[in-house]
């Protein structure tokens, strides 16, 4: 087996003018901060994930005030309340999973631009 033989040459360095080298800082400032907020989308994916029991009863607690105001708004006949009211109780279980999924897969991203929106100037 042969070495590889290095030469070495000399190095050309080059000064930069200071308006390339704040450029330069501002985007190595602006990639540290995308990698940054790539890191909280992740760690907000690992909470919901580990989280998910406590997510699936935020989601039921919303489902329930959701619905009762909804229906309270769309169908004031009495009796038909009380019916649409059963039936929304009936469907939870159905929402409890599907809004799980939906939260699992969207908030961990919406929450990220909404906590990015308030941290930029």
Do not use: H
């Not at 907000?44 to 406590?54: D, G, I, P």
């Not at 469907?91 to 699992?104: D, H, L, V």
């Amino acid at each position: 087996m042969s070495m590889v033989k290095y030469t070495e040459q000399p190095v050309k360095v080059v000064k930069l003018a200071q308006e390339d080298r704040y450029e330069i800082e501002r985007l190595a400032e602006k990639q540290r901060q995308e990698q940054r907020m790539r890191d909280v989308t992740l760690i907000l994916e690992n909470l919901f994930t580990r989280e998910e029991a406590t997510v699936k009863l935020i989601l039921e607690c919303l489902y329930d005030v959701g619905s009762a105001n909804l229906i309270n708004k769309k169908v004031p006949f009495r009796p038909l309340n009380r019916l649409a009211k059963a039936i929304a109780t009936m469907t939870k279980p159905a929402f409890r999973f599907w809004g799980y999924r939906w939260f699992k897969n969207n908030c961990p991203e919406l929450i990220t631009d909404w906590l990015q929106s308030k941290v930029t100037f």
